[in-house]
């Protein structure tokens, strides 16, 4: 498997989930780097490129989980960070959609990563499990309780959000 | 609950990193580490084949060295008794030389004395 091939395309993926969780454009990129450092060693021993995408969520969202668990005395503010240019979009409203990355960066860390997996990555709770290496019970009652209290404080802030 | 997921679904949609990400990724891919520069510096044969004739110079040197401290103490430990044996020597002579000038003095005043 050719390496820069392998880097271009996964490299807003591998972003893409350490920023969600870490929401810190520096941090992320410094966490996707050693990923892909990582992978770089690590390459002889995967087997498919299924196989490399699934190594890749698990590294990044472990050492993403790692990083907010170092640092979360040094937080920084959500509303100050400042946020990854998403590919334009005519659907949705985007201030909703800074609102909502922004209540995601509340969420405990692991409730984090789960969200950002489901969502992001469009996984089933059973893959989630797979790469955090949780039951997926464990899973299933996190995403659950994190779109309860999404929703709670979306609707305190912005108004009814409708089922 | 539908309306709030397909929300998360725009929100948290991927996001490119930086332009020059990837290269800066490749770069330090292509970096050696410093290992790998270590091992690259022993790496040539000549380079090697100098090590080695440096070490055996060592410890050749090394045995060299201590064959001949070891000699020189030996060879002073051999003077150092040769040196008392002539002391202790050079005592008795001088005991007999005062024993044989005391028998003439007393010979010559027996001579004197006839």
Redesign the interface.
Known sequence: MD??AL??QH???V??VA??IVHDRAS??DI??EV??QL?RSLAKLESPEHVLYWLRRTASHRAIDYVRKNASTHVALDEAPE????E?H??DPM???R??TL?GTLPEKSRAI??LR??E?MSPDEIAGVLDLPVGTVKSHLHRA?AM??DK?SRTLGE??? | ?????D????????????PD??A???A??GEPTAWDKLRAWFAPPITRWAMAAVLVAAVGGGAAYEHERRERERGEMAKEQVMTALRIAGAKVRVVQQKVNEIGAQEAEETNGL
């Open positions: 390496f820069a880097v271009r490299q807003a993926m972003f893409s920023y969600h992320a990129e996707a780097q892909f450092l770089h990854p240019v998403a590919p979009s659907e949705g909703l959609a800074k909502l990355r995601v969200v950002v969502y992001q469009d779109l999404l929703r979306l959000v409708s089922a | 609950m539908k309306h709030l997921e929300e998360l679904r725009r929100a948290l949609r991927r996001a490119d990193p930086s990400f990837a800066r990724v490749l330090k891919v």
